[in-house]
């Protein structure tokens, strides 16, 4: 390989436009402040949840969007999350698969939910393979 080929391939290198790839799903907990920080990647699978007189129920729904044939769009598929959360002793209740955890996080805290309380829910999630994610607790 000449100097002319490698300074052209040198600049179609540079000249590349790279996405880095996503990084792997991170919990990090601070479980004295209650301080939860998660990458984009945490994701949910189904489980039930009860804790004390906490409930969390999260139903999923999938959507297709399909444009007519002459339209030339893409089909897309959406997913519709709808979490509640309540303060009713001993229910247990199921979560399925694809809820963001972001917004369960963010309606038990709206609950008044302790930190203590959701490091013992997102631990046992971790424990029973329901959350998809390192859960580091600090």
Known sequence: ??????????????????????????????????????????????????????????????SVSQPNALAAGQTVVTASSQIDITKEPGKVLLLKAGASLADVVKALNAIGATPQDLLAILQAMKASGALRAELEII
Not at 38 to 58: F, P, Y
């Open 1 to 62: 390989m000449g100097t002319d080929e490698r300074v052209a391939f040198l600049g179609a290198l540079e000249s590349l436009a790279l996405t880095p790839a996503q990084g792997s799903a991170k919990i990090i907990l601070n479980g004295r402040t209650g301080s939860i920080v998660m990458n984009q990647a945490v994701t949910l699978e189904a489980c039930a949840v009860a804790h004390g007189n906490l409930s969390v129920v999260i139903n999923t729904d999938a």
